[in-house]
């Protein structure tokens, strides 16, 4: 088989005959099915690849573990499918300075086992299992404990990438203090595949705090999820993490609270204290928050934490003009909330995003289609309105891939 000018055995010859192969359905980037799939085993292989495909006017989509590539605008193109899964190892570990660096391959799941040694973590908790670091920074990928720590762009102190012209770029390091020119891990985390394939990262660390417990209290209505979200956030309890739950009957505000064994009693008590006005308040030991449940469609709302009883209202009235039936989860405190939404047909759903794109262009925020229909997808515009910044992030893109090699199309307003 042949795509432009590549051919399987010009990519079996960089990476060796077993780990290159005629790609499948099951290898569909949002039904764009690919060419190959090669997988390499080192920079200067991903390198070579990138010169060869980039030299045979071939697209590229990197893959880490694949559990989200149906994340972004469906791609132009897709010949080549670069998999990450080869480069699996750590590459360095100083525990004393708490810091890390890793092939992009890595899962972070074995990776926060092997810290877990050392009672260190990387201090980001996506709710895919299986994800690879590359994919984690490649879609910036955060969970409940963003609050505390931040998302894996503030955790991120260098980078190793390649580019679609074969060239190996390093910036930062091993260090915290890392000043000296553009942040490149910045540029690369969230750029979905679209800049060029993420090789090596390097990561600040954090201890694994000894004690965890979460409150959780059934509040009546938005307002009272608001209100509860408020109260402990500004506190001076400092959850680690705040979550919504809005599902049907369910609608609870939990909060995770962590401290070493002599501090935890103190904030679970205050925590208690400041949700009591707002509902029936219960504990638990360890982390026990909500989770997402996969949905055909999902949408990602963002917009000032202040704004968070507003979203949940015009979500869940949105949905319940149009008979839609909407579930929501999300980090109360820092201003996401994903809606899960079923019923209706393409028309309903596009329909309800432009009403709460339009509600967010006035009040804050946006809204990202996190999950969809290819039909859907093209129906709805995935990211939505761009701002100011769509300039510049075009020419960003137009430096780094000229001949727009890397996943074409998938980033905003189908860069
Ligand atoms: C707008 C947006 C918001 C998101 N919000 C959240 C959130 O709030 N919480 C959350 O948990 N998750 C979120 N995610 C998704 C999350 O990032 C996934 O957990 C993660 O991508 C899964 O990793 P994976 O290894 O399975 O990657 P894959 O599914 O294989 O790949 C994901 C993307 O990364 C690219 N990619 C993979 N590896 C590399 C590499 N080495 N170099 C360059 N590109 C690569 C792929 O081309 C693809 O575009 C969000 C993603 C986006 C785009």
């Given at each position: 088989?042949?795509?432009?000018?590549?051919?399987?055995?010009?990519?079996?010859n960089?990476?060796?005959?077993?780990?290159?192969?005629?790609?499948?359905?099951?290898d569909?980037?949002?039904g764009?099915?690919?060419?190959?799939?090669a997988?390499?085993g080192?920079v200067e292989?991903?390198?070579?690849?990138?010169?060869?495909?980039?030299?045979?006017?071939?697209?590229?989509?990197?893959?880490?573990a694949?559990?989200?590539?149906?994340?972004?605008?469906?791609?132009?193109?897709?010949?080549?499918?670069?998999?990450?899964?080869?480069?699996?190892r750590?590459?360095?570990?100083?525990?004393?300075?708490?810091?890390?660096?890793?092939?992009?391959?890595?899962?972070?799941?074995?990776?926060?086992e092997?810290?877990?040694?050392?009672?260190?973590?990387?201090?980001?908790d996506?709710p895919?299992?299986?994800?690879?670091?590359?994919?984690?920074?490649a879609?910036?990928?955060?969970?409940?404990?963003?609050?505390?720590?931040?998302?894996?762009?503030?955790?991120?102190?260098?980078?190793?990438?390649?580019?679609?012209?074969g060239?190996?770029?390093?910036?930062?390091?091993?260090?915290?203090?890392?000043?000296?020119?553009?942040?490149?891990?910045?540029?690369f985390?969230?750029?979905?595949g679209?800049l060029?394939?993420?090789?090596?990262?390097?990561?600040?660390?954090?201890?694994i705090p000894?004690?965890?417990?979460?409150v959780?209290v059934?509040?009546?209505?938005?307002?009272?999820?608001?209100?509860a979200a408020?109260a402990?956030a500004?506190?001076?309890?400092?959850?680690s993490a705040?979550?919504?739950?809005?599902d049907?009957?369910?609608?609870?505000?939990?909060?995770l609270?962590?401290?070493?064994?002599?501090g935890?009693?103190?904030?679970?008590e205050?925590a208690?204290?400041?949700?009591?006005?707002?509902?029936?308040v219960?504990?638990?030991?360890?982390?026990?928050?909500?989770e997402m449940?996969?949905?055909?469609?999902?949408?990602?709302?963002?917009?000032?934490?202040?704004?968070?009883?507003?979203?949940i209202?015009?979500?869940?009235?949105?949905?319940?003009?149009?008979g839609?039936w909407?579930?929501?989860?999300?980090?109360?405190?820092?201003?996401?909330?994903?809606?899960?939404v079923?019923?209706?047909g393409?028309?309903?759903?596009?329909d309800?995003?432009a009403?709460?794109?339009?509600?967010?262009?006035?009040r804050?925020?946006s809204?990202?289609?996190t999950r969809?229909?290819?039909?859907l997808?093209?129906?709805?515009?995935?990211w939505?309105?761009?701002?100011d910044?769509?300039?510049?992030?075009?020419?960003?893109k137009?430096?780094?891939?000229?001949?727009?090699?890397?996943?074409?199309?998938?980033?905003?307003?189908?860069i």
């Amino acid at each position: 088989m042949q795509t432009r000018d590549l051919s399987l055995e010009q990519l079996q010859n960089v990476v060796g005959g077993e780990h290159a192969r005629e790609a499948t359905r099951q290898d569909a980037v949002d039904g764009v099915v690919p060419s190959f799939v090669a997988r390499p085993g080192s920079v200067e292989e991903i390198s070579e690849l990138m010169r060869l495909a980039s030299g045979a006017g071939a697209a590229v989509v990197p893959r880490g573990a694949g559990t989200k590539m149906h994340l972004g605008n469906p791609p132009h193109r897709a010949e080549v499918i670069v998999d990450m899964t080869r480069m699996d190892r750590v590459l360095e570990h100083a525990a004393a300075d708490q810091v890390l660096r890793v092939q992009a391959g890595v899962k972070l799941d074995e990776l926060q086992e092997e810290l877990a040694a050392s009672k260190q973590m990387l201090a980001i908790d996506p709710p895919e299992h299986g994800a690879t670091i590359g994919g984690v920074v490649a879609a910036n990928a955060s969970g409940p404990l963003r609050l505390r720590y931040g998302t894996i762009r503030d955790l991120i102190i260098g980078i190793r990438v390649v580019l679609s012209d074969g060239t190996v770029a390093k910036a930062g390091g091993k260090v915290v203090k890392n000043v000296a020119g553009y942040d490149l891990s910045k540029l690369f985390t969230g750029s979905l595949g679209t800049l060029g394939v993420i090789a090596e990262a390097n990561f600040r660390l954090h201890p694994i705090p000894e004690v965890a417990r979460t409150v959780t209290v059934a509040v009546e209505d938005a307002g009272g999820a608001a209100g509860a979200a408020r109260a402990v956030a500004r506190s001076q309890i400092v959850p680690s993490a705040v979550e919504l739950l809005w599902d049907g009957d369910r609608r609870e505000i939990s909060v995770l609270l962590e401290s070493i064994p002599g501090g935890i009693g103190a904030k679970v008590e205050t925590a208690r204290f400041l949700l009591r006005p707002f509902g029936e308040v219960r504990e638990e030991e360890g982390r026990v928050l909500p989770e997402m449940e996969p949905a055909e469609v999902e949408l990602k709302v963002n917009a000032p934490p202040a704004e968070l009883s507003g979203v949940i209202e015009s979500v869940t009235g949105a949905a319940e003009r149009r008979g839609l039936w909407v579930s929501l989860r999300g980090h109360a405190a820092s201003g996401v909330t994903f809606a899960a939404v079923s019923g209706g047909g393409e028309e309903d759903i596009s329909d309800l995003i432009a009403e709460l794109r339009e509600i967010r262009s006035r009040r804050g925020g946006s809204v990202v289609l996190t999950r969809a229909t290819v039909g859907l997808k093209r129906r709805a515009e995935v990211w939505g309105y761009a701002g100011d910044a769509f300039e510049l992030m075009r020419r960003v893109k137009e430096k780094f891939d000229p001949p727009g090699t890397m996943s074409p199309g998938r980033f905003v307003g189908g860069i």
